[in-house]
């Protein structure tokens, strides 16, 4: 597990509203752009690499304060796809 004091990813710019409520009220930063979202993730964010991919890398980022998603990167668009729990 590698910690990164400021883990930024990059998806596509269609966020969600409650996805973004959510990342938010976890303290991280989103910024909107003309054709992608920046999310940085706070300090004390964890990020472990899942093992066994086929085609995309997928990994588990887990936050500071326990919430915990999964990052799917999509090589074909270089971007990457977040998952978590409603």
């Known amino acids: 597990m590698t910690e ?3 883990l ?3 998806t596509p710019a269609c966020l969600k509203v409650e996805a973004f409520i959510a990342l938010v009220s976890h303290n991280c930063i989103v910024q909107i752009l003309h054709d992608r979202a920046v999310i940085t993730f706070p300090p004390g964010t964890i990020r472990e690499e899942i093992p066994l991919h086929v085609h995309d890398r997928r990994y588990r980022i887990v ?3 326990g919430w915990e998603l999964m990052e799917q990167v ?3 668009i270089g971007k990457s796809v977040l998952y978590y729990a409603g």
Do not use: K, M
Request: glycine share 8%.
């Open 63 to 65: 936050l500071a304060d």
């Open 74 to 76: 999509v090589g074909w």
């Open 4 to 6: 990164h004091p400021l």
């Open 8 to 10: 930024q990813i990059t």
